[in-house]
């Protein structure tokens, strides 16, 4: 499957705000945003003048990086969301929290939503005990998600379950952390998700 690969801290800088995409690095110095806090090329630094589409388009692009999603994936995310009852840009911001690599990422399980794709894919996370690799596994309220049994001691997980405690964890979140385990208490609101995004900007995008 498609996937980007190119160094993902000039994603960052071309949304201009961290992503969070690379872990710990980014809560140091080392940080692009915090070195060169504008767009990467040789325009970065230039004047820049955006149309109401680019607005809408970079927001959206914004939510797919974050969430490491590609285009098709997103899109059809969006087209669920619109299916369901209520406000169509906050059903889709809570159909991608519960991603099972979003969950895991959240839980402290990995440093980053790509490392928690990885530990999916490679069977390292399970959900009410049954080791699942999709990450893209919607988690109901109630379901527990735990790291397998025999993935425990793994130095990964291990680390990023202790260096996690700097993020926190969400209100709608309930994690057992000496169980490495943990569950969604509720669905999230809104107002949980701290995460600076616009998505009426979204639902306009795809409405033209």
Known sequence: MARYIGPVCRLC?????????KGERCYTDK???????YPPGAHGQGRTRFSEYSIRLREKQKVKRIYR????????????????????????LVLLERRLDNVAYRLG?????????????HGHIAVNG???????????????????EKSRPLKAITE?????????????????????????????????????ISEKLIVEHYSK
């Open 31 to 37: 940080c692009a945003i915090e070195r060169r806090n």
């Open 160 to 196: 990023a379950i202790e260096l996690s405690q700097r993020r926190g964890t969400p209100p709608w979140i309930a994690l057992e952390r000496e169980q490495f385990r943990g569950s969604l208490r509720s669905l999230p609101a809104r107002a949980d998700l701290t995460i600076p």
């Open 69 to 92: 999603l590609l285009e098709t994936e997103f899109a059809g995310y969006f087209e669920q969301a619109e299916r369901m009852t209520g406000i169509t840009g906050e059903n889709l």
């Open 130 to 148: 049954k080791v699942v690799d999709l990450p893209g596994y919607l988690v109901a309220v109630g379901e527990v998600v735990s790291i397998a």
């Open 109 to 121: 399980f990995a440093n980053s939503r790509a490392q928690a794709r990885q530990l999916v894919r």
């Open 13 to 21: 800088r071309r949304e201009g705000l961290k992503l969070f995409l």
